[in-house]
């Protein structure tokens, strides 16, 4: 079994991490001529790229001018990402042996590395996966990575004789992936929480589940995505009858 997940737009470089274990993004160069279009963007260009607050923009223009492809200053990707999704996966709180399976069996798409395992090495950076940014031969970053991002994902699922592939990304970054060219099926997670009569995907609070399954099958060490089904945590459980083969749907009724 094979995760995938997407990074964070919150960073967090000065957290000590819990593992000196690293390892180097594979797509390094990729994401050096990802940068070198990057660092011709103004503060007001690149606002209007990314829909960025002026001091967003001004932020990572600074950070595209300081990038590196050498490791002074980086963290590791796990460790890094800091948004609802890593809040449920809470990598520090970890021992060592689950952080040992998140490395095997977890992969974060991105938009400038294409795939990191989560001790690959970042610097501070933002740029998501939908972001219109042309490059040479590519009108966006879907474009720029094609196939890469999917060889990727192939090539870990062959190293780690997976059987499926368990899709706990938002849809703007599975869409790097092309489900037709992987070697294994795609299941993919929904959690839905009751709300106003009904139950309902609610952005955060789905965020923050796929963390937590993620987290859930590194302390457990799964790797048969069949036991996924019992994921009981915070609230959340199976929902047989409104699942698929390919879209396991888990559902909370908090009462009030």
Known sequence: MLIVLSPAKSLDFDT??????????????HAGALIDVLRRYSPGELAELMDLSDPLAALNVARYASWSRE????????????????????????????????QRHVRILSGLYGVLRPFDLIHPH????????????AKDLYGF???????????????NGAGV?????????FKSVRPKL????????????????????????AKRARGMMARYAAEKGIVDAEKLKRFEVDGYAFSKGDST???????RKVAA
Do not use: C
Not at 90 to 97: E, G, Q, W
């Open 16 to 29: 000590r991490p819990t593992t000196k274990l690293t390892t180097t993004p594979e797509h390094l160069e």
């Open 71 to 102: 490791p002074q200053d980086a963290r590791q990707a796990i460790m890094a990402f800091n948004g609802d999704v890593y809040a449920g996966f809470d990598a520090r709180s970890l021992k060592p042996k689950a952080l040992g399976y998140a």
């Open 126 to 137: 933002r740029l998501e996966m939908g972001s219109r940014l042309a490059t040479e031969g």
């Open 145 to 159: 990575w094609g196939d890469t991002v999917t060889d990727t994902i192939n090539g870990a699922v062959e190293a």
């Open 165 to 173: 592939l368990v899709n706990l990304a938002s849809e703007e970054y």
């Open 182 to 205: 992987l070697r294994v099926p795609v299941i993919s997670p929904v959690f839905e929480d009751w709300k106003n009569g009904k139950y309902k995907i609610i952005s955060f609070y």
């Open 245 to 251: 083969a390919t879209s396991w749907v888990f559902r």
